[in-house]
C-alpha cells in the first residue's frame, strides 16, 4: 500500500510511528526502525513502512494462516493509514499539484460533428 501525503519527513514520521503503535496493539506487532524505515513482524507475518518526504509505502507478507484473512487486515490497515496520511492537512494539496512546467495541458476530444441538420 503506497500513500501521498503533504506532511514532509518528519510530521510523516511522526503519523507513522503512530501507525505502527495502532496496528502493534490491533496485531501484536513489534519492530525497530532502520532509518526511515520500520520493520516490524510477528509469527505469521513480515513487513516494513518506508517513510518517504512526499509517500509512505508498507509491504507486508503474511503466512498461510494469515492469508485467510487478509480481507479484514487489509480493510484495518487502510483505514488506519487513511486516517493518518490521506486526510491530514497537506495530503490533498500534494495529490493536487499542478503539473511541471513545459507540460502539454490535457485538451478534452472534440465532439463529432453532426451531418445534415
Not at 509517500?55 to 484495518?76: F, N, Q, Y
Not at 491530514?88 to 445534415?116: C, E, F, H
Amino acid at each position: 500500500l503506497k500513500r501521498a501525503h503533504g506532511l514532509g519527513l518528519a510530521a510523516a514520521r511522526i503519523a507513522a510511528e503512530k501507525l505502527a503503535a495502532d496496528l502493534g496493539r490491533k496485531f501484536g506487532l513489534s519492530g525497530d526502525w532502520e532509518g526511515n524505515t520500520l520493520h516490524f513482524e510477528r509469527p505469521g507475518l513480515k513487513g516494513a513502512l518506508a517513510v518517504h518526504e512526499k509517500d509512505v509505502h508498507l509491504t507486508v507478507g503474511l503466512g498461510l494462516l494469515l492469508k485467510a484473512m487478509k480481507p479484514s487486515i487489509e480493510r484495518a490497515v487502510v483505514a488506519e493509514m487513511d486516517q493518518l496520511f490521506a486526510k491530514l492537512p497537506g495530503a490533498a494539496k500534494a495529490a493536487s499539484k499542478p503539473p511541471p512546467k513545459g507540460a502539454k495541458p490535457k485538451t478534452a476530444s472534440k465532439p463529432p460533428k453532426r451531418r445534415g441538420a
